[in-house]
């Protein structure tokens, strides 16, 4: 994720953090791995293709609602804020935002490197007057942004309901590593996606085009091609499931048939029937999306919803830091 991909035969080179996630993953019970790894650049050329399906509603509907909110959020926040964009992968919604409050500079952060400098150049060819900054990282902890912005007010921009991927408690972690990124008088425009029934939502993470299959099943092309791993591709499927009690759509790698395999030179052996848990896709209702997001540091201030209920944007402030006791 944070280097070009290598060739079979180079795990030495994998990212560590990759390698320990992986490994420590595949020998739990039950069996995860992080979604964060998902995002190599065929992982996020597979995601850019998901939001475009008709089944994948967020998307579209998020960006209707960037669209009609454009003039309450000119307002709101002003202009002259440095745009610091959480997860840009290919910004397919952040030209609106820019045009919308003026900014003083458009900062994308990604883990994704390569992919984040094809998008960060062309969206810098599209506002050639616009200070372009990209930062690959790991936005889940503080980061130092550029220097160019450290004296600017910052808008955090985190579209596609993102925060979802994350248990509720690990939201809270995400929400206050970007008050830290932000700093003081920082404001914060996120997307989440609102509970409602699995045939709506199931669909949008188990398409009939196979796509959402091919984004899962890269996960583990990456792992052999990474880490030397010899998994046999054909051996799973990918599952979606909606898990009530919860409040989340569940992915899953499940195993066709019992099946041995090693990665980084460790053997590894699941049944038929057992999976690999990839991801999560919290949903949050009205009242529980505010309660997550004060608890993060960050007082909602508007929010906009589509007349079906089916995604929010929701426009928070930083809430000042406390002195120490």
């Known amino acids: ?69 454009c003039p309450e959020l000119r307002r709101l926040a002003g202009p002259g804020r440095a745009v610091v964009e959480f997860g840009s992968g290919s910004s397919t919604k952040t030209p ?10 458009y900062v994308p952060i990604d883990i994704s490197g390569d992919f984040l400098r094809e998008s960060a150049q062309a969206l810098a060819q599209a506002f050639p007057g616009l200070p372009v900054l990209p930062f690959e990282g790991d936005f889940t902890r503080p980061l130092t942004l550029p220097a160019q912005v450290a004296d600017l007010p910052k808008l955090g921009f985190f579209p596609g309901s993102t925060i979802g991927n994350l248990i509720p408690l690990a939201a809270v972690d995400l929400l ?23 045939d709506v939502l199931l669909p949008a993470y188990d398409d009939a085009q196979g796509v959402t299959a091919a984004f899962n099943l890269n996960l583990l092309e ?17 599952c979606a499931v909606w898990n ?30 057992e999976t690999i848990h990839t991801e999560n896709s919290h949903k949050y209702g009205e009242r529980d999306a505010r309660i997550l997001l004060r608890s993060g540091g960050w007082t909602p201030v508007r929010e906009w919803t589509d007349d079906k209920g089916l995604f929010a944007v929701i426009l928070a402030e ?8």
């Open 1 to 69: 994720m944070l280097k070009p991909e290598i060739d079979d035969g180079q795990a030495s080179l994998a990212d560590p953090q990759f390698r320990a996630d992986v490994l420590a993953g595949l020998a739990r019970r039950p069996r995860a791995i992080p979604a964060r790894w998902f995002y190599d650049h065929r992982g996020s050329q597979l995601f850019e293709q998901i939001t475009e399906l008709p089944e994948y509603y967020p998307t579209r509907t998020e960006t209707a609602l960037l669209h009609d909110l």
């Open 318 to 325: 930083a809430q000042p830091e406390r002195p120490a006791p």
């Open 96 to 105: 609106t935002v820019l045009r919308c409050v003026e900014p003083a500079a």
């Open 176 to 198: 206050r590593a970007m008050r830290a990124s932000l700093g003081e008088g920082a404001m914060l425009l996120i997307g989440m996606d609102r509970i409602k029934r699995a």
């Open 244 to 273: 009530d009690d919860r409040a989340r759509v569940e992915m899953h790698l499940e195993a066709r048939r019992d099946v041995a395999f090693e990665v980084d030179e460790r053997a590894f052996d699941m049944a038929e029937g």
């Open 222 to 238: 990456r792992i052999n091609r990474e880490l030397d791993g010899t998994i046999p591709i054909d051996a799973f499927r990918h």
